[in-house]
């Protein structure tokens, strides 16, 4: 399986990347790629841009490694109740290309944040619209603490219940 891992978020310091890239890392025998959106990084998106440069290639870009992979996982940091800046600009050009952003891939969504809430906002959002662009969501989990529940030296979740969900989740991609 060629698995493709990112996280919704252009930090540096991400969470999201912690986590995505610590979810691909359990999935026996995949073929993981992980990506930084910040490779993809184009100008704010509007009518008048696209008009002007078409669909840039960092966007076809995007849009084929999903189309080479077998199956997603994105984990979704929360920037004020909503998607990073980051992320929605790059979604919005590659839907552009096509409304069918993740061309029928099953995906598994996750989203955390250091507060009790684990980005659950965004990443019902998300969940909620991902139908839409041709996502096959086959789960969805929001880690809540992240700093709580992750071991940050060793790169695992520390929480068992939140890694027995977690190992579900990822046998139905």
């Known amino acids: 399986m060629k698995l493709l891992a990112f996280a919704a978020s252009s930090s540096s310091k991400s969470?999201?990347?912690?986590l995505a890239s610590?979810?691909?890392?359990?999935?026996?025998?995949?073929?993981?790629?992980?990506?930084?959106?910040?490779?993809?990084?184009m100008p704010i998106f509007s009518q008048d841009r696209e008009e002007e440069l078409g669909h840039p290639e960092l966007a076809q870009k995007f849009f084929a490694k999903i189309g080479e992979a077998d199956?997603?996982?994105?984990?979704?940091?929360?920037?004020n109740g909503s998607y990073t800046a980051?992320?929605?600009?790059?979604?919005?050009?590659?839907?552009?290309i096509d409304m069918k952003v993740f061309q029928n891939k099953p995906m598994l969504l996750l989203a955390t944040s250091p507060g009790p809430g684990g980005a659950?906002?965004?990443?019902?959002?998300?969940?909620?619209?991902?139908?839409?662009?041709?996502?096959?969501?086959?789960?969805?989990?929001?880690?809540?603490s992240f700093f709580d529940n992750f071991d940050m030296e060793k790169q695992v979740l520390r929480n068992s219940e939140l890694e027995d969900k977690l190992k579900s989740a990822l046998a139905l991609l």
Not at 71 to 79: L, Y
Not at 87 to 95: I, M, P, V
């Open 15 to 18: 969470i999201n990347k912690q």
């Open 71 to 79: 199956a997603i996982i994105i984990s979704f940091a929360e920037h």
């Open 120 to 144: 659950a906002s965004v990443l019902a959002a998300a969940a909620g619209s991902a139908p839409y662009f041709a996502a096959e969501v086959k789960a969805t989990l929001s880690v809540p």
């Open 22 to 41: 610590y979810a691909a890392s359990l999935v026996d025998g995949a073929d993981v790629e992980i990506l930084d959106i910040n490779d993809y990084e």
């Open 86 to 96: 980051a992320y929605k600009n790059l979604f919005d050009w590659t839907s552009r």
